[in-house]
Nanobody, 125 residues
Framework: VQLQASGGGLVQAGGSLKLSCAVS????????MGWFRQAPGKEREFVAS????????YYADPVQGRFIISRGNAQNTVYLQMNSLNPEDTAVYYC???????????????????WGQGTQVTVSS
């Protein structure tokens, strides 16, 4: 099982980035997928979640209206489009997979079974 996050980088405030999470070793459509982030000195926090079919999504309040999570099950990839970035979005971003039976967005890190290695996002002011 492998989750490979990519797409991070350095961007100015107000800019955009699109993260990708390519999965292998399991069937993506069977998993609820999420994005989390961890800033230096802070705990890992929920960013966004998407159900197996992609029909339902859920976002943390700080990113609501700016970030969009999506998935391409046929491509085995999950995405996070990040717009209107600000310095508070600076963190390492992780994708995670949850095989819970109930197909609904999941927000707790402990509920997720598999994790990617993270990709750094840095937003300059």
């Amino acid at each position: 099982v492998q989750l490979q996050a990519s797409g991070g980088g350095l961007v100015q405030a107000g800019g955009s980035l699109k993260l990708s999470c390519a999965v292998s070793g399991f069937t993506l459509r069977r998993y609820i997928m999420g994005w989390f982030r961890q800033a230096p000195g802070k705990e890992r926090e929920f960013v966004a979640s998407i159900t197996r079919s992609g029909a339902n999504t859920y976002y943390a309040d700080p990113v609501q209206g700016r970030f969009i999570i999506s998935r391409g099950n046929a491509q085995n990839t999950v995405y996070l489009q990040m717009n209107s970035l600000n310095p508070e979005d600076t963190a390492v971003y992780y994708c995670a997979a949850d095989q819970s039976v109930v197909d609904e967005p999941r927000t707790a890190p402990a509920e997720h079974d598999y994790w990617g290695q993270g990709t750094q996002v840095t937003v300059s002011s």
